[in-house]
């Protein structure tokens, strides 16, 4: 799916040219002929493809897996890196690879954090043998998911805002929700300087 899908506005648009950026990078990094990331769903905790790179990136989008399939359900499970480079050993891996119609030589997988909450899988398949320093490639893998976790973090964040602010057109509706949320006595210093910001705008 492209980065300008029209049916993509604002928060959402952000957050796919960002995985598609991530994904970009990871497969020139590696060589590889494909990259992709797996978001975990809340409410299910099935992995969800959000952005490919290369094989696959015409038809996965939003394609899902239950919980715990395959490297990246292991990864997103156990919140370690993982490398497979020869899917013959790993047959639990390769019946998942199947069901996307490409059945890579190797896969390897690194997790988003949130905290210490697993919330994605950064995936990369038959990389390439080429020298990349003297790093080994699941480091440099883990690198670029912690790098990308930070940025998909800021992400949530902005989504949660937007959730929050829906349905608040009024903001005689929202100042009354934002009270009821402010705890009597003495409120959190940060709660009060975004009151007074918010005074000094309206003034």
């Known amino acids: 799916m492209s980065a300008y899908d029209p049916m993509l506005s604002g928060t959402a648009l952000i957050e796919r040219r960002l ?4 994904v970009d990078v990871a497969r020139a990094v590696f060589g590889a002929a494909a990259s992709s990331i797996f978001l975990v769903e809340e409410t299910t905790g099935d992995l969800v493809f959000e952005a490919v790179a290369g094989e696959g990136e015409e038809h996965l989008i939003g394609m899902r897996f239950p919980q715990g399939t395959g490297i990246a359900g292991w990864v997103a499970a156990s919140g370690q ?4 480079d020869d899917l013959l050993d790993a047959p639990f891996a390769r019946d998942a690879a199947e069901s996307t119609g490409y059945v890579p030589s190797s896969i390897m997988a690194a997790p988003l954090f949130r905290g210490e909450e697993v919330i994605g899988v950064l995936e990369v398949l038959d990389r390439s043998t080429s020298y990349r320093g003297e790093l080994a490639d699941v480091d440099l893998l883990s690198l670029i998911a912690a790098q990308a976790a930070c940025g998909l973090e800021l992400l ?8 929050a602010l829906s349905g608040a057109d009024d903001v005689h509706i929202l100042l009354q929700r934002i009270a009821t949320r402010v705890p009597r006595g003495a409120p ?3 709660a009060l300087k975004l009151l007074a910001a918010a005074d000094e705008l309206l003034a």
């Not at 995985?19 to 991530?22: D, F, G, P, T």
């Not at 890196?81 to 497979?84: D, F, L, N, S, V």
């Not at 949530?156 to 959730?163: G, W």
């Open 19 to 22: 995985l598609l950026s991530i």
């Open 81 to 84: 890196p993982m490398i497979a």
């Open 156 to 163: 949530l964040r902005l989504r949660h805002t937007d959730t």
């Open 188 to 190: 959190h210093p940060t």
